[in-house]
């Protein structure tokens, strides 16, 4: 029986002679051997390539302190605009996280100074989010 096989992408054809199948079986067809397919060459593998670049350093707080993205997303909704007072653990700004709602609350009383940030916008862990006076 000739057969078709295809190797790390590379087609080989071979004969497969069946002596018995699962019944005991043994059919009359006869065995003709065909030429072999050539030996596949050598699989080198080359050393990956590892490319590290330093991630760049969280935003610094400002003198009035401000609110950091505690991991890295997307912003969905930005809930307070500068000159707003604020409340401890009122939630100021929303990310979308690896497909989770992230809700990202205030940890003071204080008045939005600035939010250097928009809806859509990507922000990296560390990320200011709000500016506080």
Known sequence: MK?????LGVDYEVDVEVLE????YA???????YAAAPAPA??????PVVVTTPAPAPAAAPAGGGLA??????VIAVNCKAGDV??????????????METKIA????????????????????????????
């Open 42 to 47: 050598p699989v080198t593998h080359a050393a």
């Open 86 to 99: 604020v409340k401890r653990g009122q939630t100021l700004v929303t990310l979308d996280a690896m497909k």
């Open 106 to 133: 205030s940890d003071r009383d204080g008045t939005v100074k600035d939010i250097p940030v928009q809806v859509s916008e990507n922000v990296r862990e560390g990320q200011l989010l709000v500016e506080f006076a």
């Open 21 to 24: 199948d699962d019944h005991g």
């Open 27 to 33: 059919p009359a067809v006869p065995v003709v051997n």
């Open 69 to 74: 993205a505690p991991v890295s997303g997307t």
């Open 3 to 7: 057969l078709k096989i295809t190797v």
